[in-house]
T-cell receptor, first 112, second 114 residues
Framework: KNEVEQSPQNLTAQEGEFITINCSYSVGISALHWLQQHPGGGIVSLFMLSSGKKKHGRLIATINIQEKHSSLHITASHPRDSAVYICAVRSGYGGATNKLIFGTGTLLAVQP | EAGVAQSPRYKIIEKRQSVAFWCNPISGHATLYWYQQILGQGPKLLIQFQNNGVVDDSQLPKDRFSAERLKGVDSTLKIQPAKLEDSAVYLC????????????FGSGTRLTVV
């Protein structure tokens, strides 16, 4: 069993729909990252969370430390949101040696 | 601010050849990471530097892979000799420190070994 699980693995939505991607983890963490990866390999960091909720434009990320669960929401989805969304957790409680553990990603396709 | 720069973007080599990738992190970022991402999988950490020292290289196949960050700024990752299973995207990332703040990825180098 992976230490970081994402669901769904694949998601197809119509433009304008509200989208939710879920991430569950089984290790103690100091932070959780949501990343966006477009075809071609480049990765962009969307959020880094250690508690609560963050919002940036149409993107909202929440984390529940007790339940070891995070969600990424996209409101009013658009075809340009089509990408792979990756959840990654930083194990442990800070410090130079803590690793990022990645989920396998959620492939999102938003159709016009 | 400028992002994490990587070169080349693409590389095709034959098996048993050598290849080197270069990464220039964001100015002031002490921590530099090299990841290997095989198609359909999440990135796997190969090596982590803190300034010019190695923090974690436990998943680096040291018989063929090497990496250095001599002056604590830019870094090179080398594969010698390459195998077919090394075909992947090699991602470089940097952060302000080990806590994950300012974590930024480069665009990656897509390596194809034929």
């Amino acid at each position: 069993k992976n230490e970081v699980e994402q669901s769904p693995q694949n998601l197809t939505a119509q433009e304008g729909e509200f989208i939710t991607i879920n991430c569950s983890y089984s290790v103690g963490i100091s932070a959780l990252h949501w990343l966006q990866q477009h075809p071609g390999g480049g990765i962009v960091s969307l959020f880094m969370l250690s508690s609560g909720k963050k919002k940036h434009g149409r993107l909202i990320a929440t984390i529940n430390i007790q339940e070891k669960h995070s969600s990424l929401h996209i409101t009013a989805s658009h075809p340009r949101d089509s990408a792979v969304y990756i959840c990654a957790v930083r194990s442990g409680y800070g410090g130079a040696t803590n690793k990022l553990i990645f989920g396998t990603g959620t492939l999102l396709a938003v159709q016009p | 601010e400028a992002g994490v720069a990587q070169s080349p973007r693409y590389k095709i080599i034959e098996k048993r050849q050598s290849v080197a990738f270069w990464c220039n992190p964001i100015s002031g970022h002490a921590t530099l990471y090299w990841y290997q991402q095989i198609l359909g999988q999440g990135p796997k950490l190969l090596i982590q530097f803190q300034n010019n020292g190695v923090v974690d290289d436990s998943q680096l196949p040291k018989d063929r892979f090497s990496a250095e960050r001599l002056k604590g700024v830019d870094s090179t990752l080398k594969i010698q000799p390459a195998k077919l299973e090394d075909s992947a995207v090699y991602l470089c990332a940097s952060s302000l420190g080990g806590g994950g703040y300012g974590y930024t990825f480069g665009s990656g180098t897509r390596l194809t070994v034929v």
